[in-house]
């Protein structure tokens, strides 16, 4: 019997393996560097074409920006809610998830996040001054839709970024940003239209947030999480009496944190 010969390995499969040995640094290292081309073919042995093949993986993945010509090179991203909004996203937006099923999503998760700040021992050091500072600077711009519907939202990004345990915090975090990012995109057009809710409706937003800490502060887990309950299904119901039937747009995450326009 004659023994088969061994082909060559598929140029894809030497690319995907040094892709996966330097996702381990990338995620493993929080200070790794990744080395020059002409080092990574020295290192894994392997050809140029084999190394472009690997950061091109990687660059899909965000993990590396890729930068071309005389000035060249590769620079590390380490994954955030951001690129984990954007990938959850885009299973999101390939099932045709609605805006409202994103909106009952988060309306059974957000809130459980505020009873976890309130049973939070250290809460008056390190969340409490945090989330005021919030309300303060969203009070200063009620007159203001497209600025304090920004502030205000990230009164919600803050929340869920105290949440002590971190899985619950990612997971959630990813869609408080899809979230965000649709709501300031719809301030914006609303704005525009000289639709916007009335700075009374604004000032009304500060002072749930304000009982929000309060209820924070004092330690009362289930009064904090029924009123955040209560205060999202109400603002979410403004953004859905509008665009109820759009689905989910995983660029708006990406684009919120890079101060984009997202689109509605």
Known sequence: MTTPRRGRVPQRRIAETVAAELRDHILSDDNYRLPTQDQLVKDFGVSYPSIREALRILETEGLVTVRRGNVGGAEVHRPDEFSA???LGLALQGARVTLGDLAAGLQKLEPMCAA?????????EVVVPA??????ASAEVVDDGVAFTRIAREFH?????????????YVVSSLVALWSAQEVAWAE???RRGEYPSEEDAREAVRIHRRIVDEIAAGRDSEAERIARAHLAATQAILLDRF?????NASSAMARQAGQRPRI
Do not use: I, K, Q
Request: hydrophobic share 45%; proline share 5%; aromatic share 6%.
């Open 189 to 191: 057009v609303l704005t």
């Open 131 to 136: 989330l005021e500072a919030n309300v303060n």
């Open 85 to 87: 909004a954007y990938h």
């Open 244 to 248: 109820d039937d759009g689905v989910v």
């Open 157 to 169: 990004d803050l929340v869920v970024s105290f949440t002590p345990n971190v899985t619950v915090r």
């Open 116 to 124: 976890e700040l309130a049973r939070r021992p250290d809460r008056a």
